[in-house]
């Protein structure tokens, strides 16, 4: 199984970025997915979740408004659209997939595998 995370960089207050997590390996439809960040110093956060099926979405309270997931099972790809970049947003951000309907989505050893994780600077 390998989750690849892409799409981070450097942006400006107020820019945007989409965040990208492609699978392989797996039955990707079957699969819900979560992201994380972890900023330097700090522990690694909920960020945002979606149900296999799209039907469910979550985000942690300092992103709702800004930040939108979604996901194409077509392409086994993920997506997080993330708008109006805060400097607090600065992370390194990882996605991962979660077999069970059972277990928190917010509680990371929920989740059975891991992408590598990709840079998020957001500059003042």
């Known amino acids: 199984v390998q989750l690849q995370a892409s799409g981070g960089g450097l942006v400006q207050t107020g820019g945007s970025l989409r965040l990208s997590c492609a699978a392989s390996?797996?039955?990707?439809?079957?699969?819900?997915v979560g992201w994380f960040r972890q900023a330097p110093g700090k522990e690694r956060d909920f960020v945002s979740y979606i149900t296999a099926n799209s039907e469910i979405t979550n985000y942690a309270d300092s992103v709702k408004g800004r930040f939108t997931i979604s996901r194409d099972n077509a392409k086994n790809t993920v997506y997080l659209q993330m708008n109006n970049l805060k400097p607090e947003d600065t992370a390194v951000y990882y996605c991962?997939?979660?077999?069970?309907?059972?277990?928190?989505?917010?509680?990371?050893?929920?989740?059975?595998?891991w992408g590598q994780g990709t840079l998020v600077t957001v500059s003042s």
């Open positions: 390996g797996l039955t990707f439809s079957t699969y819900a």
């Open positions: 991962a997939v979660k077999s069970a309907s059972f277990g928190s989505r917010y509680q990371q050893h929920e989740y059975d595998y």
